[in-house]
């Protein structure tokens, strides 16, 4: 079976500071893809960064880091320099066999 | 690149009606599109799969005869809730991937419809 938990149900967190969002997952698959999307409070899905199972380094999209460890089944989100405009629901997927969501983490921003 | 329009945004209507959403990719041809659902403060709940030219695949729980899904093209599909209730009301939400939406190939995310049934 495919489970994905993210363990930290709401995160609040200073202007400009980075923040790292967990996920954890869980798969017999040997080959699958994890993903993080943003879900602003208007309700639009917005894909950020992938890391693919066999993929040899971390993933980077401009402020957005995945740090993958395969052998511990995570793929935390890392948000540098955080900004007002972070402020949202954040969702960890698998995709394998099924798609698999995680819970969300609500990450609030403070100025 | 990779925008997906959903349509209607927001719908409200009586108890026993019918309502079609539409999901269509602009700029790509999706070979998958997902259909979730999303309570409040929750996280997303596949609803079902469909490759353009078969039948969707439901998740398990789901109703085919009330949520009737149409994958006619490569560019759209149709979710139908027919004769909707109260119970219906909820965040719909398509996506759309150029492949099976698994390794490598995030989904593109239609930015939803508020469903509210009387």
């Known amino acids: 079976a495919q489970k994905i938990t993210q363990t930290q149900p709401g995160m609040f967190v200073q202007e400009k500071e980075a923040v790292t969002l967990d996920c954890t997952y869980d798969?017999?698959?040997?080959?699958?893809?994890l993903f993080w999307y943003k879900q602003p409070s208007s309700g639009e899905m917005i894909f950020l960064i992938y890391?693919?199972?066999?993929?040899?380094q971390n993933a980077t999209e401009g402020r957005y880091s995945l740090n993958f460890q395969k052998a511990r089944k995570s793929a935390n989100l890392v948000i540098s320099a955080s900004q007002l405009g972070d402020s949202a629901m954040y969702f960890c997927?698998?995709?394998?066999?099924?798609?698999?969501f995680g819970q969300g983490t609500r990450l609030t921003i403070n100025p | 690149g990779a925008v997906v329009s959903q349509h209607p945004s927001r719908v409200i209507c009586k108890s026993g009606t019918s309502v079609k959403i539409e999901c269509r990719s602009l700029?790509?041809?999706?070979?998958?599109m997902f259909w979730y659902r999303q309570f409040p403060k929750q996280s997303l709940m596949l609803m079902a799969t469909?490759?353009?030219?078969?039948?969707?695949?439901?998740e398990q729980g789901v109703e085919k005869d009330k949520f009737l899904i149409n994958h006619a093209s490569l560019t759209l599909s149709t979710l139908t809730v027919t004769s909707a209730h109260p119970e219906d009301s909820s965040f719909y939400i398509c996506?759309?991937?150029?492949?099976?939406?698994?390794?490598?190939?995030?989904?593109?995310f239609g930015d939803g419809t508020r469903l509210s049934i009387l």
């Open positions: 700029d790509f041809q999706a070979t998958t």
């Open positions: 890391q693919g199972s066999y993929d040899q």
């Open positions: 798969t017999s698959d040997p080959s699958y893809g």
């Open positions: 997927e698998m995709g394998a066999q099924k798609l698999v």
């Open positions: 996506s759309a991937s150029p492949g099976r939406g698994r390794q490598g190939q995030p989904q593109h």
């Open positions: 469909s490759n353009e030219g078969s039948k969707a695949t439901y």
